[in-house]
T-cell receptor, first 113, second 112 residues
Framework: AQTVTQSQPEMSVQEAETVTLSCTYD???????LFWYKQPPSRQMILVIR??????QNATENRFSVNFQKAAKSFSLKISDSQLGDAAMYFC??????????FGTGTRLTIIP | EPEVTQTPSHQVTQMGQEVILRCVPI?????FYWYRQILGQKVEFLVS????????KSEIFDDQFSVERPDGSNFTLKIRSTKLEDSAMYFC??????????FGSGTRLTVV
């Protein structure tokens, strides 16, 4: 079975500092995609960043970047210069061959002013 | 930027009643999905729909659930006889030929 694990239920960071959210996954597939989604209190699912498994280069979107370690099956999200608006639940998700997303249990990120 | 639209944003229904949750996917997308998130829990796959038929469904998607694409633009999820445990956020999503999912803003279903 394909699984996604987020081992940090909650994280906090001082405003303007950097925080890293962890995610590991398990699959026997060779072709897959990995995502980080942000879910603010409104509960909308907002795509933050995505990574194709065949790409060695880590994806970056402004203040958000990933550390993709394919051999270790690790996919962490780094948020630089944290802002108050970054406070939310963050879900790691994977898209394996069967085309449905598998989500982790989420990490609640708190930004301390 | 194209959006997936879901209505209503919040629905309250009595246990045993039927509800229909509506979604308008992005117009040129081909694959449609429903996901569910019970409060405080992770997002779970319910069903995928392609070429006017269900392509995959989870064990959650039992006989009380059905999906339909009645008119080529709407994509609906029907829950025939709601139970208290059906209270959740329901997300519709669509994608085109690539792997990029677009989620709707969700419908919060409360069963009382």
């Amino acid at each position: 079975a394909q699984t996604v694990t987020q081992s940090q239920p909650e994280m906090s960071v001082q405003e303007a500092e950097t925080v890293t959210l962890s995610c590991t996954y398990d699959t026997s597939e060779s072709d897959y995609y990995l995502f980080w989604y942000k879910q603010p209190p409104s509960r909308q699912m907002i795509l933050v960043i995505r990574q194709e498994a065949y790409k060695q280069q880590n994806a970056t979107e402004n203040r958000f970047s990933v550390n993709f370690q394919k051999a270790a099956k690790s996919f962490s999200l780094k948020i630089s210069d944290s802002q108050l608006g970054d406070a939310a639940m963050y879900f790691c998700a994977s898209l394996f061959g069967n085309e449905k997303l598998t989500f982790g249990t989420g990490t609640r990120l708190t930004i301390i002013p | 930027e194209p959006e997936v639209t879901q209505t209503p944003s919040h629905q309250v229904t009595q246990m045993g009643q039927e509800v229909i949750l509506r979604c308008v996917p992005i117009s040129n997308h081909l694959y449609f999905y429903w996901y569910r998130q019970i409060l405080g829990q992770k997002v779970e796959f319910l069903v995928s729909f392609y070429n006017n038929e269900i392509s995959e469904k989870s064990e959650i998607f039992d006989d009380q659930f059905s999906v339909e694409r009645p008119d080529g633009s709407n994509f609906t999820l029907k829950i025939r006889s709601t139970k208290l445990e059906d209270s959740a956020m329901y997300f519709c999503a669509s994608r085109g030929t690539g792997r990029g999912y677009t989620f709707g803003s969700g419908t919060r279903l409360t069963v009382v």
